[in-house]
């Protein structure tokens, strides 16, 4: 059980470091036009996303069979990629002609932040004995 933990407290820590960045830094933000309500958003997203399937992972890496593994890893993929696309048509629909694009690329960005996480929690545990 404290393997999960630990295995999961680097996104826990990356989600709180970002939006206490968002949350103090909103003037600096607001001055260069970018709208951190929807970074907030988008890092709720990707964080829960993220949690979701770094729990799958952790109990693919259990059973005998690496075909789980797989299995468990395209289907995070596919978590992710329908929270991510399902927000941001969301977000289309409700911003309609007022989108804010920085936000947006700020967004894409953090997907790949957590990505990088992911990846190196999971060769972290995929090299210990009990994963």
Do not use: C
């Not at 970018?34 to 059973?63: E, G, H, P």
């Not at 804010?100 to 690329?105: D, E, L, V």
């Amino acid at each position: 059980m404290n393997n999960k933990r630990q295995a999961v407290l680097p996104i826990v820590f990356l989600f709180i470091f970002l939006n206490a960045l968002f949350i103090i830094g909103s003037s600096f933000l607001k001055r260069h036009g970018i709208d951190n309500i929807v970074l907030i958003a988008a890092n709720a997203i990707l964080f829960i996303s993220n949690y979701i399937t770094l729990v799958l992972l952790q109990r693919s890496l259990k059973k005998s069979n690496p075909n789980v593994f797989v299995q468990s890893m395209m289907a995070g993929t596919l978590i992710k990629f329908l929270a991510v696309a399902i927000s941001f048509m969301a977000y289309a629909l409700a911003a309609k002609k007022n989108i804010n694009k920085p936000a947006i690329y700020i967004s894409i960005f953090l997907y790949f932040l957590y990505l990088a996480v992911e990846v190196a929690l999971m060769l972290k545990l995929n090299k210990q004995k009990n994963a």
